[in-house]
């Protein structure tokens, strides 16, 4: 399996060829006999919400006064310069919720318990298909479920939290992928908090 559309075998280093299987072309590798699957990266992500609650036990981040979510400043390509929720890809032996809380404490300093991660939504991420995709598992979590303080990791240029409000208005650049994870979350935790089942 790859990334990326093959051209060569990633085990035997064969020209590929393409072959139809299951209705589709395929890469293949005529000396191994088989089908190099080209498939997407999994990932995880964790909006992190606070509705202005009391602030964690020993915690030096400034106080907040509600209704804000936590966005971090994205230092490398893709996307360098944008504002994103805390995310990326997932270890080959870990599982969603333990990578999306290792991607929080790495980019925003923040630790959670991955039990404490509500699964928001997961969904299908494709600039370029010769260049691959993602599929991304997004969880949300309340900023008093987690311990830390802001602290943004080498992947990241600044850590802050937005007032949800402020996101719809700002010039500056918020993914729009990362605008949807957000209005989810609110939304979410919100019938969460009213006792409605989603």
Not at 15 to 27: I, K, N, Q, S, W
Not at 46 to 58: E, F, I, K, T
Not at 141 to 150: F, Q
């Amino acid at each position: 399996m790859t990334k990326r559309k093959a051209d060569y075998c990633p085990y035997c280093g064969t020209a590929l060829e393409t072959a139809v299987f299951e209705g589709r072309d395929r890469r293949f590798c005529p000396a191994c006999e088989e089908i190099v699957f080209q498939n997407p990266v999994p990932g995880g992500s964790v909006v992190v919400l606070d509705s202005g609650g009391r602030s964690p036990p020993g915690d030096a981040a400034k106080p907040h006064d509600g209704d804000s979510v936590l966005l971090i400043e994205r230092a490398n390509e893709p996307h360098r310069g944008a504002w994103a929720v805390p995310g990326g890809i997932l270890e080959v032996d870990e599982p969603a919720r333990v990578g999306a809380a290792r991607e929080l404490e790495e980019e925003a300093g923040l630790a959670v318990d991955p039990d404490a991660l509500e699964l928001l939504r997961t969904g299908f991420d494709i600039d370029d298909p010769a260049d691959g995709s993602y599929l991304s598992v997004c969880f949300a979590v309340e900023r008093a479920d987690t311990t830390g303080s802001l602290d943004p990791g080498p992947e990241c240029s600044d850590a802050r939290w937005w007032p949800v409000a402020e996101l719809s208005a700002t010039d500056a650049w918020v993914r729009s992928i990362d605008r949807r994870r957000v209005a989810a979350a609110v939304e979410r935790l919100r019938e969460r908090d009213a006792g409605v089942d989603g």
